[in-house]
């Protein structure tokens, strides 16, 4: 818009620059830094003064040097711009577009005025409706590619905001004038997929739910599973912070050990707490000799958090006193335990508390899940048909997510249809040389091959040590997709960086 206004100024000046005899020509405008009023600056006056200059025959003092006859010309044309630039500045005053006009050292500058301004825009605007600010036909093609949730989890806030920038983005690439082909790419496969079909198959099998609701549930589904397989990891994570973040915890470590050695468990196992927690060494969820240990000793873990809050909310947070260094240091201060943090972690331990019958089932649930992927590995043709049934509902399921939102695609890649299509293309590049092997990985120095000089090279990898896949792998392989098979020039990501 200001561009445009612009170029309006230069042609009225063009106008006033004929009427003074002088012919028609092209020159730039360069905007002024706004401070608080818009405004724009030509130089024409410098070429018009030197024109002006040759033509008139110029009285030359004698014996001046070359510098001096130089600086004695220059200063000459300054004069005679600013001349020029002030009667240009004084036919454009009368101009209602503009606040005011100077000419200042042989520059015509114009500041724009506002309000004129401001009812132009409302009119076309008026005028041209929804078709206001549209433009030109522009020669690239351009794929978006935007929303790229996941099959078998939730359609959830977050995505929402990928969804909202990758449409709008989409809209106004199209609205500026270029061939715009919208795609999104969900991650159909995936260890994300295997847990949930486990935990579907394991637990929900015979249930049935609302058609509109399947892609929801299995997202609910994947929830369970990931709180089911890494049950023991969220328990002992607790501990751990108990042990290092909570010094009255670390400090009742004697008594609540022997409550437990009274309620039967190992001494072993009792050894192992002790020993962990007193020198806030990780616990480890496979160390224990009795899987009901766990369950044994969480109830006293309830009462330890119980006694804390009851202790903080009378005297407040509580600080427990230096810890001696043993190799000579300064002591170290052991962290504030205040009422908020102990809340937190009790409603935790409450959680958890409510499925505390997980703890034994978790490594046979993890090998399941390991067997699974086997058969997904293997392409077993049951497992297929589980995949591709419950695939399809949660795709239906974004269908009337994207239809509430007003969204629709052109285009739609998965990440199964280009995943061994990746791991050809990477050994592509291993034999012309462009990929190699490092520390295992299969990589692409970037920055090597192309010759660049970084204090950090950049290296991609592209496939990993055990032979999986990463994203970057089928990256390679849609980006080929997308090019050959869409003929596009520039393809576009939109990714959640915050």
Avoid at 194 to 221: S, T
Avoid at 331 to 339: A, F, K, M
Avoid at 411 to 437: D, P, T
């Amino acid at each position: 818009m200001f561009r445009k206004y612009e170029q309006q100024a230069a042609s009225i000046i063009n106008d006033i620059i004929e009427e003074m005899g002088f012919g028609r020509r092209s020159f730039d405008m360069r905007s002024i830094p706004f401070s608080g009023s818009w405004g724009t600056s030509a130089s024409v006056s410098f070429a018009l003064a030197n024109e002006a200059m040759a033509r008139e025959p110029q009285d030359v003092p004698e014996g001046l040097s070359k510098k001096e006859l130089k600086a004695l010309q220059q200063g000459q044309v300054r004069e005679k711009a600013q001349s020029i630039a002030a009667a240009i500045a004084q036919r454009l005053e009368s101009r209602e577009e503009f606040a005011r006009v100077e000419a200042v050292n042989g520059y015509i500058n114009l500041y724009f005025n506002t309000n004129f301004l401001a009812n132009e825009v409302v009119r076309t605007v008026i005028e041209q409706a929804g078709e206001y600010g549209r433009g030109p036909k522009q020669a690239d093609k351009v794929m978006v590619e935007y929303s790229q949730p996941n099959t078998h989890k939730e359609f959830h806030v977050g995505h929402l905001r990928n969804a909202a920038l990758g449409n709008a983005l989409a809209k106004i690439m199209a609205f500026a004038g270029y061939e715009t082909l919208r795609a999104t790419y969900p991650g159909d496969i995936g260890m994300h997929v295997v847990r949930c079909l486990w935990c579907y198959q394991r637990f929900h099998a015979n249930e049935v739910v609302a058609e509109h609701q399947r892609g929801r549930w299995l997202g609910q589904i994947y929830t369970e599973a990931v709180r089911r397989l890494e049950y023991r990891d969220e328990v002992v994570g607790l501990l751990n912070e108990l042990a290092k973040m909570d010094a009255g915890f670390s400090g009742a470590i004697d008594r609540m050990c022997k409550e437990l050695y009274k309620t039967g468990a190992p001494g072993e196992d009792v050894a192992y707490l002790l020993g962990q927690i007193a020198n806030q060494r990780d616990i480890r969820a496979d160390a224990f000799f009795d899987d009901l240990t766990i369950a044994r000793f969480w109830p006293i873990v309830g009462q330890q958090l119980r006694d804390e809050l009851e202790l903080i909310r009378a005297e407040g947070p509580q600080q427990a006193p230096p810890i001696p260094s043993h190799s000579g240091g300064p002591p170290t201060i052991p962290p504030l335990v205040t009422l908020e943090d102990t809340l937190e972690r009790y409603d935790r331990w409450d959680r958890l508390s409510q499925t505390l019958d997980w703890w034994p089932h978790v490594p046979r649930w993890q090998q399941e899940v390991r067997e699974d992927f086997q058969r997904w590995e293997r392409e077993d043709p049951e497992y297929m048909t589980l995949w591709q049934t419950t695939r399809q509902w949660s795709l239906e399921g974004f269908d009337r997510i994207y239809e509430e939102l007003g969204i629709e695609f052109d285009v739609w890649f998965y990440e199964s249809q280009v995943e061994q299509e990746g791991r050809e293309i990477v050994q592509e590049l291993l034999r012309l040389g462009i990929a190699e092997i490092s520390d295992g990985l299969t990589v692409v120095k970037i920055d090597e091959k192309l010759g660049l000089e970084h204090e950090t090279y950049r290296t991609l990898p592209i496939l990993r040590s055990d032979g999986t896949t990463l994203y970057s792998t089928k990256d390679l392989a849609l980006t080929k997709r997308k090019f050959e098979d869409y003929h596009i020039d520039r393809s576009i990501w939109v990714v959640d960086v915050r």
